[in-house]
């Protein structure tokens, strides 16, 4: 039987008379198949943040993109994303969020890695009482790494290995943020909360790339950034979202506020800014807190939306970082029903994508163009194997 395709010509058109992507990258099992290859495990993906193990030994297993893996990091500091997979025979080796006191050690076999990768004991390998075997040389049994690399405390991978260096790959958003280049400290318990929505990723993404829905979906955000306060943010193939040029600061009862970042120029006095660094991380910076959030696809039509908010220093007022936590939730928890809607309306029979709003839409047409060019990359090699 011949494998589910899709024509993804119309997306690439001059957004006037450009269509959304089909039905089947929302829905269908294989084209998400595909597509995760093409776009989450050829390049740099967004897998947690590095305070989810903030001291050494501290080690969070994880699946993404069907591939189960450990973050960990490791006995001098180093954040490490392995295989969690043994290499004796395949057992998985961390199965809950823990310490790693000693040595990181498989439940099947008691093979023992160290927290670097290496594989320090194989215990009775050569036969009772023979720890070593001349068929088994642990230097080249180590851990498998996966590549990664931390910007902004996210944890970024690159399963295939193959991308170009992430410096170069993130250069236009790394530069468009230089400013921000600088120390951020997580909020703690407080700050961070996970949604689960029954929606593919893409619409996520696609939806807080845009400011057109604001006014009917936000009406308490655009009460004070209004509609026309905002403005597009458009870097073809890397990213796309959306700005304000009226941030409004949190407070508490007598005016005090979280400090600022330093030496900002005097535009973040009221701008912020909202992007979506394709594929799966949404970032957004104020002169006084940034947040990440890290988008785990869970299945064609499932996701998980895993949100950090950070500061400028660590000591900032608790009440004032949890009303800021509890705010920002009920801005995403706001996205939620839009995001399911959209995603039950991928099921509609002669559905042909959609059109954009040509002066509202072009983040969002951007994010929808890029995964088509992933696309047509990933069945050119596929074809030519």
């Given at each position: 039987?011949?494998?589910?395709t899709t024509d993804l010509s119309t997306v690439r058109r001059p957004i006037t008379s450009a269509h959304g992507l089909p039905n089947a990258h929302y829905t269908h099992p294989e084209i998400y198949e595909e597509e995760t290859h093409a776009v989450l495990i050829a390049g740099w993906s967004g897998?947690?943040?590095?305070?989810?193990?903030?001291?050494?030994?501290?080690?969070?297993?994880?699946?993404?993109?069907?591939?189960?893996?450990?973050?960990?990091?490791?006995?001098?500091?180093?954040?490490?994303?392995?295989?969690?997979?043994?290499?004796?025979?395949?057992?998985?080796?961390?199965?809950?969020?823990?310490?790693?006191?000693?040595?990181?050690?498989?439940?099947?076999?008691?093979?023992?890695?160290?927290?670097?990768?290496?594989?320090?004991?194989?215990?009775?390998?050569?036969?009772?009482?023979?720890?070593?075997?001349?068929?088994?040389?642990?230097?080249?049994?180590?851990?498998?790494?996966?590549?990664?690399?931390?910007?902004?405390?996210?944890?970024?991978?690159?399963?295939?290995?193959?991308?170009?260096?992430?410096?170069?790959?993130?250069?236009?958003?790394?530069?468009?943020?230089?400013?921000?280049?600088?120390?951020?400290?997580?909020?703690?318990?407080?700050?961070?909360?996970?949604?689960?929505?029954?929606?593919?990723?893409?619409l996520a993404v696609e939806n807080y790339c845009e400011s057109y829905h604001l006014p009917w979906v936000h009406p308490g955000l655009n009460s004070y950034s209004r509609l026309e306060d905002h403005y597009h943010i458009e870097q073809p193939g890397a990213f796309s979202g959306q700005g304000t040029?009226?941030?409004?600061?949190?407070?508490?009862?007598?005016?005090?506020?979280?400090?600022?970042?330093?030496?900002?120029?005097?535009?973040?006095?009221?701008?912020?800014?909202?992007?979506?660094?394709?594929?799966?991380?949404?970032?957004?910076?104020?002169?006084?807190?940034?947040?990440?959030?890290?988008?785990?696809?869970?299945?064609?039509?499932?996701?998980?939306?895993?949100?950090?908010?950070?500061?400028?220093?660590?000591?900032?007022?608790?009440?004032?970082?949890?009303?800021?936590?509890?705010?920002?939730?009920?801005?995403?928890?706001?996205?939620?029903?839009?995001?399911?809607?959209?995603?039950?309306?991928?099921?509609?029979?002669?559905?042909?994508?959609?059109?954009?709003?040509?002066?509202?839409?072009?983040?969002?047409?951007?994010?929808?163009?890029?995964?088509?060019?992933?696309?047509?990359?990933?069945?050119?090699?596929?074809?030519?194997?």
């Amino acid at each position: 039987m011949a494998r589910k395709t899709t024509d993804l010509s119309t997306v690439r058109r001059p957004i006037t008379s450009a269509h959304g992507l089909p039905n089947a990258h929302y829905t269908h099992p294989e084209i998400y198949e595909e597509e995760t290859h093409a776009v989450l495990i050829a390049g740099w993906s967004g897998l947690a943040v590095a305070s989810d193990v903030p001291e050494p030994g501290d080690a969070k297993p994880l699946t993404f993109a069907g591939v189960p893996l450990l973050l960990l990091r490791d006995k001098g500091g180093q954040i490490r994303v392995f295989q969690n997979t043994c290499r004796h025979r395949g057992m998985i080796l961390v199965d809950a969020p823990r310490k790693i006191e000693g040595a990181l050690r498989c439940p099947y076999h008691s093979w023992c890695y160290a927290t670097d990768g290496r594989l320090v004991s194989t215990p009775h390998v050569g036969g009772p009482g023979h720890n070593t075997h001349d068929g088994i040389d642990r230097d080249q049994l180590g851990l498998i790494e996966v590549r990664s690399h931390i910007w902004r405390d996210i944890v970024w991978i690159n399963l295939s290995g193959d991308a170009l260096a992430f410096e170069d790959e993130m250069s236009d958003v790394m530069r468009r943020w230089g400013e921000f280049e600088q120390p951020l400290y997580h909020g703690g318990p407080d700050s961070t909360f996970c949604l689960n929505v029954r929606t593919n990723w893409k619409l996520a993404v696609e939806n807080y790339c845009e400011s057109y829905h604001l006014p009917w979906v936000h009406p308490g955000l655009n009460s004070y950034s209004r509609l026309e306060d905002h403005y597009h943010i458009e870097q073809p193939g890397a990213f796309s979202g959306q700005g304000t040029r009226v941030y409004r600061q949190i407070s508490d009862k007598d005016g005090r506020v979280f400090p600022d970042f330093a030496g900002l120029s005097d535009y973040w006095n009221a701008a912020a800014e909202y992007i979506a660094v394709y594929p799966n991380v949404l970032l957004g910076v104020h002169r006084d807190h940034a947040f990440a959030i890290v988008l785990r696809p869970e299945g064609p039509e499932q996701t998980s939306e895993h949100v950090h908010l950070y500061y400028a220093s660590p000591d900032v007022d608790p009440a004032l970082r949890a009303e800021n936590s509890a705010l920002w939730k009920s801005v995403f928890e706001e996205d939620i029903f839009v995001v399911e809607g959209m995603q039950r309306g991928r099921h509609a029979i002669g559905f042909d994508g959609g059109r954009f709003a040509p002066a509202m839409d072009g983040p969002t047409h951007m994010f929808h163009d890029w995964i088509a060019a992933r696309m047509d990359v990933y069945r050119a090699r596929a074809a030519a194997e």
